[in-house]
């Protein structure tokens, strides 16, 4: 009989898991009195590991997240699709200042489809852009001062409640390493 030595510490995490709860079993069935009032700590240990192993995929805050997001996108658009509505307009300055906040509003490309650092960056600069001096009066002219706050707001709300979810995320809360060391 060849006998390998073959180190733990070359376990992958979910193999190295699995073998903890195998050697909690073995020695559960063994009943060796040296060993019985070690099993709680090895356990413990065992259950933390497990912990690690298996972080929540989603963090409770994401469908708050997710409606907030939403409500931002209606807002943009709802701007959007009323200053594209002048291109149609019979008034010649009206048409003209639809498409300069149009061709702002070019420059940040698909924002809805932007990821959610991302989106609301574009819409800060957004939102600056069409208070600079030069647009400002456009943006008076056409009347869609109310849907500018409305972007704005939107995009405040969900700036601050994603930085709030970000400070719950429970990823790398664990580290797997020591885990593994003090089930070893």
């Known amino acids: 009989m060849i006998l390998e030595v073959f180190p733990i510490s070359r376990l992958q995490n979910l193999e190295h898991f699995r073998f903890a709860k195998n050697v909690l079993t073995l020695c559960r069935t063994a009943n060796i009195a040296k060993l ?14 497990d912990l690690a192993l298996n972080p929540p995929v989603a963090n409770e805050l994401t469908p708050q997240v997710v409606a907030l997001d939403e409500e931002r996108d209606r807002a943009y658009q709802a701007l959007m699709s009323r200053v594209r509505s002048y291109a149609f307009d019979e008034d010649n300055e009206l048409r003209n200042a639809g498409a300069r906040i149009e061709d702002v509003a070019a420059r940040y490309g698909n924002v809805i489809r932007m990821n959610y650092d991302k989106e609301t960056a574009a819409i800060e600069n957004f939102l600056t852009d069409l208070k600079s001096e030069n647009i400002r009066p456009l943006v008076t002219k056409l009347g869609v001062t109310a849907l500018v706050d409305r972007l704005e707001k939107n995009n405040k709300a969900f700036a601050d409640f994603f930085i709030r979810r970000l400070s719950t995320d429970q990823r790398g809360k664990y580290d797997v390493k020591a885990l593994r060391a003090e089930t070893d």
Do not use: D
Request: aromatic share 0%.
């Open 36 to 49: 019985n009032p070690k099993l709680p700590e090895l356990e413990k240990a065992i259950e933390m590991e």
